[in-house]
């Protein structure tokens, strides 16, 4: 199985994820930033890290490591990684949260990409002079990400609470 | 040809169409009305001359023919029917469906025929079997030169009015939200240094950017603005064909068609009300047999009513038909399991009437194509609860049914209290805030009674969310709650603990992603003066959420054993105050936003009118109960604090002075009476009421600042 004969012009957008090089199509992406404050967004599915402003915008922050189910995502990591990239959805805009962003790479330095990977979110993996780039399948990857199931609200009916009988005699108890 | 011209003509002819609709539909009333049929006749004629413009030769057809019957009411020549009035409505249908795929036709429409193939025999046929002049076929339709009538021109009224796309408004909109987000900013951070401030005279600046972004946005709020009649305008229609559908005769009767408010919220109200009118032609009234049995007159009364109330539009939809059985509710509710049969018989009939508003329930015997498969209710309730506002039922069985809407004026800036919980902040739009109270250390603690956490407040059982805990925070990380704050949802009251609050601020609705809003709890979010994005709490979705509807009933009922006292929900809280002059009044508690104290050095004057500053806002105060002692010059020379009432009056804040807040109390209801010398029939004027053995005045505070 190959990938589809790259384009010549194409170009990625790459970032770090846990060590790894990964990439996304440039022609998706409206821009990089640094890390922003992130709002966390309870019960929403486990790969959303939260919301962020964006000029007044309020965009959906993925937690690309945990769609990835790369090991080491765990919620009080969010803080440390340093990179945001904006990408361009049919919903809006929403920002992929990753470790650091890389260069911008072109077809032109591409060597001939490697078979598919059995993973659906990667789109093809390109070897790249000194650098495996993974080229992610952004709507699957945003797929995903938004349909991951829900962290299980906690239920609001503890048990062990000791009841406080609101009558003297202890009727209601 | 330009595609804005389409546009304009689309727009055009649908206003058209629903005027030739109501024009109609008047004539049925009274047929023997001139105006209706020289203004149906205009409609058509105007959109007659416009297709013919545009080459649009279908639609340009049949127009004329229905025209053509129109001309010869005018004249005499024929007279009204039945016959008739369905041949024009069927007219007004086709051209609607005709313009509607012209619309659907993607931009730019230009290019090609405009319009779907189609034939409109059918339609032409009935017109002609009137005595319609049809001309042609739909292939050969000859160019007619304008008839001498189209120099009944338009008002000169028009050329004051501008039209506006929408989408050039709501970004204008987008960006004076952008300038009150910087404007707080800008306040927030004068505020941490306000010797610099002060120095640099960026003080000053800021507090006039400050005035100006306020008016700015009242105004550009006001552009907005638009009459509920425009969410109406398609019911009289709507009445009229379920009716005849179910063999009833039923009147829509409207009062408050003026009523202004914003338009996202008009176009969120639309479908909501088609639902709610379809349901009471069909179901809430009864055939004519039935009524003839129960005395009631043969043609049912449908009465929708708007008008606007501490910073909300209220609408009430009522008919005068069979009423729902609350029996029979109760029956159903306890089948369907939703709740057994020993509390369904504790449920007041209120919470039973509640019932019909879930999914799936309803309670019409008989299945017809217009509705009652059990959809709608809780279809309309979603609506309205999408932009934040409330539905309730009140039902008389034999009598009839009223539904009660409540809806806020605007969905784009909304006063709201910000609270911090587990190191972020929460957002909760004012109007269901009721009230504030402390808990915890030194306070009044949150207890649990069976396996729900509930808070004391004057006798009575409150259900309480805790908001850290709902939202899932780490139970290490858990601070205990300090504030609570009581919300109105759905008609009741439940508590929210939560950290801290933290203020109140004017926030800007922004939508979050519409993937992450399904089932959510969220109103939406907003940006903070530090660039923060905070979440919008939703008090309805939070308290059905959080497993709270269910609890509520519960509760209710223990709290009626614990204390046998009159039902909650028939009191009313009220704020007794003392005004200047001595006199004890009272204000319910809900119209005040809340209660701020001010040293007498804080009242400025601003064109004579006293003056303070409010969260880097200029409030305007009045004198409450209008004590004229308080507008002299001299009024506030003692040094002492003085209470101030803020209240909100059209959207915007006002402050009411008074000389001491006495009490909170729960009022009956009881009888008010209209002082000896003020007309009976106003509402607003202040009541006398009797509270704790002391006659109080019970000032309505629409009136008072008016």
């Known amino acids: 199985m190959t990938a589809p004969a790259i384009a010549s012009g194409q170009a990625w957008c790459t970032f770090q994820l846990a060590g790894g090089d990964y990439g996304v199509e440039l022609a998706r992406v409206q821009e990089v930033l640094r890390a922003q404050p992130v709002t966390r967004l309870p019960h929403a599915p486990a790969a959303i890290a939260g919301l962020m402003n964006l000029r007044g915008r309020i965009v959906p922050v993925v937690d690309t490591r945990r769609v990835l189910g790369i090991d080491g995502a765990r919620a009080g990591d969010v803080a440390r990684r340093s990179g945001l990239v904006i990408v361009r959805s049919a919903d809006g805009p929403v920002a992929l949260l990753v470790d650091a962003i890389g260069d911008v790479r072109r077809a032109e330095d591409a060597a001939p990409s490697l078979p598919a990977a059995e993973s659906p979110l990667v789109a093809r993996t390109l070897a790249l002079p000194g650098q495996l780039l993974v080229v992610l399948d952004l709507d699957r990857v945003l797929e995903r990400a938004f349909a991951a199931p829900e962290v299980t609200p906690p239920s609001v009916t503890p048990t062990t609470t000791v009841t406080s009988p609101t009558r003297a005699d202890g009727s209601r108890s | 040809m330009d595609d804005s011209i389409l546009d304009d003509f689309l727009v055009d002819s649908h206003e058209g169409l629903d005027r030739l609709d109501r024009d109609l539909l008047a004539l049925e009333r009274d047929p023997a009305a001139t105006e209706p049929v020289a203004s149906a006749f205009r409609s058509l004629h105007t959109i007659k001359g416009t297709c013919s413009f545009l080459g649009l030769r279908r639609l340009e057809r049949v127009a004329h023919a229905g025209e053509s019957l129109l001309a010869a009411l005018r004249s005499g020549r024929l007279h009204w029917s039945r016959e008739i009035a369905d041949a024009l409505l069927a007219t007004a249908d086709t051209v609607r469906a005709i313009l509607a795929a012209i619309e659907s036709r993607p931009v730019p429409r230009t290019g090609g025929a405009l319009e779907p193939e189609g034939d409109d025999d059918a339609v032409l046929a009935r017109l002609a079997a009137c005595g319609a002049e049809v001309r042609g076929t739909a292939k050969d339709t000859p160019r007619s030169p304008a008839s001498p009538a189209a120099t009944e021109n338009p008002t000169a009224l028009q050329n004051q009015h501008l039209r506006i796309d929408v989408r050039r408004l709501d970004a204008v909109m987008d960006l004076v939200g952008e300038l009150v987000l910087a404007r707080n900013q800008l306040l927030r951070t004068l505020a941490g240094s306000a010797r610099a401030s002060h120095a640099s005279g960026l003080g000053a600046a800021a507090q006039r950017l400050d005035h100006v972004t306020t008016r700015l946005q009242d105004e550009i709020m006001r552009t907005r603005m638009q009459p509920v009649s425009a969410a109406w305008a398609r019911l009289p229609r709507l009445v009229r064909d379920v009716a005849s559908a179910c063999g009833k005769r039923v009147r829509l009767e409207t009062r408050g068609d003026g009523t202004e408010f914003d338009r996202a919220l008009v176009e969120a109200l639309k479908d909501p009300l088609t639902h709610l009118v379809r349901n009471a032609v069909d179901h809430g009234i009864e055939d004519a047999g039935a009524r003839a049995r129960a005395g009631k007159p043969a043609e049912g009364v449908l009465r929708l009513t708007a008008f606007e109330e501490g910073g909300s539009v209220r609408l009430e939809l009522a008919d005068d038909g069979a009423g729902m059985s609350v029996e029979r509710i109760r029956e159903q509710a306890v089948a369907r399991g939703l709740v057994n049969a020993e509390r369904a018989r504790r449920l007041s009939d209120e919470d039973c009437l509640a019932f019909v508003f879930l999914p799936g329930f309803s309670t019409a015997s008989r299945v017809t194509n217009i509705s009652g498969r059990g959809v709608g209710l809780d279809a309309a309730r979603a609506g309205i609860e999408a932009v934040g506002g409330s539905i309730g039922v009140r039902s008389v069985a034999g009598r009839g049914t009223t539904f009660h809407i409540r809806l806020p004026l605007t969905l784009a800036i909304l006063p709201a209290l910000t609270v911090e919980q587990s190191g972020e902040i929460y957002a909760i739009p004012q109007a269901h805030v009721l ?271 008016a």
């Open chain 2, 435 to 705: 009230e504030l109270v402390r808990c915890g250390e030194g306070h009044a603690r949150i207890e649990r009674a069976h396996d729900r956490a509930v808070f004391r407040l004057r006798d009575e059982l409150l259900p309480v969310v805790e908001l850290g805990r709902w939202l899932g925070a780490d139970a290490e990380a858990e601070r205990p709650p300090r504030h609570l704050l009581v919300l109105a949802a759905d008609g009741r009251r439940y508590g929210l603990a939560v950290e801290r609050v933290r203020d109140t601020e004017d926030i800007v609705v922004k939508p979050i992603a519409h993937r992450l809003r399904e089932g959510g709890t969220f109103a939406g979010a907003t940006v903070l003066g530090d660039g923060r994005v905070a979440l919008i709490l939703d008090a309805h979705a939070l308290a059905m959420r959080a497993g709270l509807a269910a609890a509520v009933n519960e509760l209710t009922a223990h709290a009626d054993e614990v204390a046998p006292t009159a039902p909650a929900a028939a009191r009313v809280p009220l704020l007794l105050v003392r005004a200047r002059r001595g006199v004890r009044a009272a204000v319910r508690l809900q119209e005040i936003d809340r209660v701020v104290e001010f040293e007498s050095t804080a009242f400025e004057r601003l064109d004579e009118h006293p003056a303070v500053r409010l969260d880097g806002e200029v409030l305007a105060v009045a004198p409450f109960a209008g004590d004229p002692s308080l507008a002299s010059p001299g009024a506030f020379g003692e040094p002492r604090t003085w209470p101030v009432l803020v209240h909100r009056e059209h959207g915007r804040r006002v402050g009411l002075v008074v000389d001491a807040v006495v009490d909170i109390v729960d009022w009956d209801g009881g009888e008010a009476v209209p002082p000896t010398g003020q007309a009976d029939d106003d509402p607003r004027g202040p009541h006398r009421i009797v509270i704790d053995d002391h006659v109080t005045d019970l000032v309505t505070l629409a009136a008072e600042a």
